[in-house]
């Protein structure tokens, strides 16, 4: 006779606490587990990271949709609260009235937007906003069409896109920032000044090194911002966007220890043994750095550790931050930063550093024993991709590194995906290769949607969507008659006549 399924509940169905039940799904192959998700808002799952590719007016919300595992062993609660933990008891009360037990829990609770105490905000005026929700971008996106002008607190990455996005949609928008320049945590001043100027020319004003000190409203309505230094803005729309802090309370009113996250081991295990956490509101004793890739790290060790698998199970944990690549997906901006900056560079380091004001790029190379460890690419992006597959790879460079930044001087370079290796790197989120792709199509995903459910490419930040869609249109026109058999030898990539898609990167990764 075969043991009862093991309960496990997840609090929290953002992307973190979707992708561990995808992972444990495909990993409990003999039904081990029986799972329930809690999930506070009324929405299935979804990409809380494109959230402002849709106050941009550049994605539909129907586009953010995460699918659950299609399994009778997942049962998905929405638009319920957890309120009380009861180790004890291992019962969890939520806010419709009802409870449930568990054997294991995972809590995925994230974190919530950081409000700074700001004057007049304890008031709580309309059209103040974060962008953490699906419900914050609706309003955002309905108060746009009527604003006269917005400002946004915090030049980050996320107060950046949502100005852009908002300039997009036809508001004046103004950026405040308290750090001397914008996006102080991934720049150095020199790229932060030309994405300032870049910024300006879209018609987004910035004003650094200052911060707001009151919100002034009417009939409960935002009217006006007051600078720290006395300076007065009109302002009909707001946009708060100044960090985050972990979602703790329900674990430390249950008596976990919580520091500025709950307190895990590397398993991810809290001190009571069968609860556990991940994602933003867990504190491992890995430093990590990055938007997704740390949590879904995380969700991956914890389903092998639950599952027995030995993939990674008793590895030692990193004791260097883990730099994970960031990309502003800001309408007409491109920039992205990876690994050591500039200033960080050591006295051995080569520096190579291209500025050109008049067409507001900046690049930032930092090469250390013949290696790239080290890219900031704004305004450049026919380079960008080929940076980010040699820092990736971390391949030999030229004996000259300048050429890296002359598109002309990599002519002989494969231009269409036919030439691209199997290894290259297409998603970054998910590590998924051009191989992973290739695969899915053998095996009868035909469509850029059907690959994206077997191998999750395009599920993260969503950057690699336009390279995952050029690739799946390639196979198809390559070879639209061809089953799920084996691929000739070579697979696609020897193919005598291949058909290029429109805009199809050749060694792209995201």
């Not at 707001?212 to 006395?230: F, N, T």
């Not at 030439?419 to 009868?444: F, H, N, Y």
């Amino acid at each position: 006779m075969s043991s009862p399924a093991e309960k496990v509940v997840v609090i929290g169905a953002g992307m973190v606490g979707h992708r561990f039940v995808d992972e444990l799904v495909r990993a409990d192959r003999i039904g081990r587990f029986e799972i329930e998700l809690i999930g506070e808002e009324t929405y299935e799952p979804y990409n809380r990271i494109l959230l402002s590719e849709v106050v941009a007016g550049r994605a539909d919300l129907k586009a953010l949709s995460l699918p659950l595992p299609d399994s009778e062993r997942v049962r998905f609660r929405r638009g319920v609260a957890a309120v009380e933990l009861d180790l004890g008891g291992q019962r969890l009360l939520l806010d419709d009235g009802t409870s449930t037990t568990y054997d294991r829990l995972v809590l995925a609770t994230g974190a919530r937007a950081f409000i700074p105490p700001i004057e007049g905000l304890e008031r709580a005026p309309r059209h103040v906003h974060v962008l953490r929700t699906l419900d914050d971008c609706r309003n955002i996106a309905a108060r746009a069409m009527n604003a006269k002008h917005a400002v946004v607190l915090g030049a980050g990455l996320l107060g950046l896109e949502a100005a852009c996005g908002l300039r997009r949609r036809g508001v004046p928008v103004t950026v405040i920032d308290l750090d001397d320049h914008v996006m102080a945590t991934q720049l150095d001043p020199a790229p932060a000044r030309m994405l300032a100027g870049r910024l300006r020319d879209l018609g987004v004003d910035v004003i650094t090194d200052s911060s707001i000190g009151e919100v002034i409203s009417a009939y409960d309505e935002i009217v006006a911002v007051r600078l720290a230094d006395g300076r007065l803005l009109a302002a009909d729309l707001m946009v708060v966007s100044c960090g985050v802090r972990a979602n703790v309370r329900l674990a430390a009113d249950a008596g976990l220890a919580v520091d500025r996250g709950i307190l895990v081991d590397a398993d991810q295990t809290t001190a009571r043994t069968g609860v556990h956490a991940i994602g933003d509101c867990a504190q491992s004793p890995a430093p990590m750095t990055g938007l997704l890739a740390p949590g879904w790290s995380q969700a991956e060790r914890l389903v092998a550790v639950m599952t027995g698998s030995t993939v990674e199970i008793g590895a030692e944990a990193p004791t260097t931050p883990v730099q994970e690549p960031v990309r502003l997906k800001a309408a007409g901006v491109d920039l992205i930063t990876m690994g050591v900056r500039a200033s960080l560079a050591s006295d051995d380091d080569r520096l190579v550093t291209l500025t050109d004001s008049g067409a507001r790029r900046h690049v930032d190379l930092v090469i250390r024993d013949d290696t790239l460890v080290g890219v900031t690419c704004l305004g450049a992006p026919e380079i960008s991709a080929s940076l980010s597959v040699a820092f990736d790879r971390r391949t030999p460079l030229p004996v000259d590194p300048l050429t890296l930044l002359v598109p002309e001087g990599r002519a002989e370079e494969p231009t269409s995906p036919v030439r691209m290796p199997g290894a290259t790197t297409v998603c970054r989120c998910s590590s998924v290769t051009k191989k992973d792709i290739v695969t899915a199509w053998e095996d009868g995903a035909r469509t850029a949607g059907d690959v994206a459910t077997v191998t999750r490419a395009s599920t993260g930040c969503g950057g690699c969507r336009e390279v995952l869609c050029g690739l799946v249109d390639w196979l198809n026109a390559s070879d639209p008659e061809v089953g799920t058999g084996a691929e000739p030898a070579g697979g696609p990539a020897t193919r005598s006549t291949p058909v290029t898609p429109r805009n199809m990167p050749v060694e792209s990764t995201t």
